[in-house]
């Protein structure tokens, strides 16, 4: 892997842990994968990859993941 990217969420992380641990399988390809971390405070997304495109796109379905959490929430409210 060449390339590598960390993502850290600082918000409602039990509940972010939860809903991308059982992505987690699906969103890994043979050219890039992804390593969920749950500290106290935050989640943490280790992403590596082989090439550009590859970043990308998994950045891209994480992102994509987290964006619809967040309407969820405003929906809550």
Sequence with gaps: MIYS???RVYK?????YKCFISESK????????????????YVEFDIKAKDSVALRATLNS??????????I???KK
């Design 73 to 75: 929430e405003g929906l």
């Design 5 to 7: 990217a960390k993502i």
């Design 26 to 41: 699906s969103l890994k390809t043979d050219r890039s994968d992804y390593i969920i971390k749950k500290n106290k405070d």
């Design 62 to 71: 994480i992102t994509k993941l987290l964006t619809v959490y967040e309407k």
């Design 12 to 16: 409602n992380p039990d509940i972010i």
